[in-house]
């Protein structure tokens, strides 16, 4: 784990990056990015969500985002996550939308002042990068914008280890050639995660039918596992998050 070393940038007179932008489909691990970057920088880590921001009130909404920059200079090295960005800076308009207006100058003033604060870093994450106000996306604001693109193959092995290193996994049980199947193309992180889930479920769900059949001949309980078929099933029935909606992203 290594600190912040700005001695490189010094040394070559130009100033590190302030602030990343991260855009993908919905799921696909936007916020573990950003906690995995703090961790590994060894930075304090503060998360918010932009709608957390909104107030009804008029100036309550723009002391907000100050205060949030506020404890980020405070708890310098920092790294500030605004996650759903596009709720407090989606384009002006001309005056329509006041409140937005308000908060896009705030959020566009106190990026601009970062540079000169040592250790302090912005990383926001949006599904809906094309309605963001273009003042935020030029050099000096948000320097890097990063897509987080649906797992692959072999991502989703790794998604699937993941999220089942606390269940019961039969032996048998093979995760990666789960992973590879044609039906897991194009399948979110968080729909990993479901089906792993969901797979666990229907063993339960089949153990205490198990432990009624069986209640007459074994009196000690049976603990569940889930077999390969439970995973099987469950993706038969899944229906992965690019199916419920086309205007998520």
Not at 26 to 41: M, Q, R, Y
Not at 56 to 69: C, I, M, N, Q
Not at 150 to 165: F, M, Y
Request: net charge positive; charged share 25%.
């Amino acid at each position: 784990m290594c600190g912040f070393d700005f001695s490189s940038f010094e040394a070559i007179g130009v100033h590190s990056a302030i602030g990343v932008l991260l855009h993908g489909p919905p799921g696909c691990g936007k916020t573990l990015v950003a906690k995995a970057i703090a961790n590994e920088s060894a930075a304090n880590f503060i998360s918010i969500k932009g709608p957390e921001l909104l107030n009804k009130y008029v100036g309550e909404s723009e002391r907000a985002v100050r205060t949030v920059f506020y404890r980020g200079r405070a708890a310098s090295p920092c790294v500030l996550f605004i996650d759903e960005i596009d709720a407090i800076a989606s384009k002006r308009v001309g005056g329509e939308n006041s409140t937005t207006e308000r908060l896009v100058n705030q959020l566009l003033t106190e990026m601009d002042g970062i540079e000169s604060r040592r250790g302090v870093y912005v990383i926001a994450a949006t599904n809906r990068p094309d309605i963001l106000d273009p003042a935020l996306l030029r050099p000096g604001r948000f320097d890097k914008i990063i897509l987080i693109p649906i797992p692959s193959s072999k991502g989703r092995v790794s998604i699937l280890r993941k999220s089942a290193r606390k269940a019961r996994i039969a032996p048998e049980a093979d995760l990666t050639k789960m992973a590879i199947k044609s039906r897991m193309e194009g399948f979110t992180g968080a729909d990993l995660k479901a089906i792993v889930n969901d797979a666990c479920l229907l063993s339960i769900k089949n153990s205490l039918s198990d432990k009624m059949i069986n209640s007459r001949i074994n009196n000690f309980p049976m603990t569940p596992v889930v077999q390969f078929w439970h995973f099987e099933s469950t993706l038969k029935i899944f229906v992965p998050l690019k199916c419920r909606s086309n205007n998520l992203y």
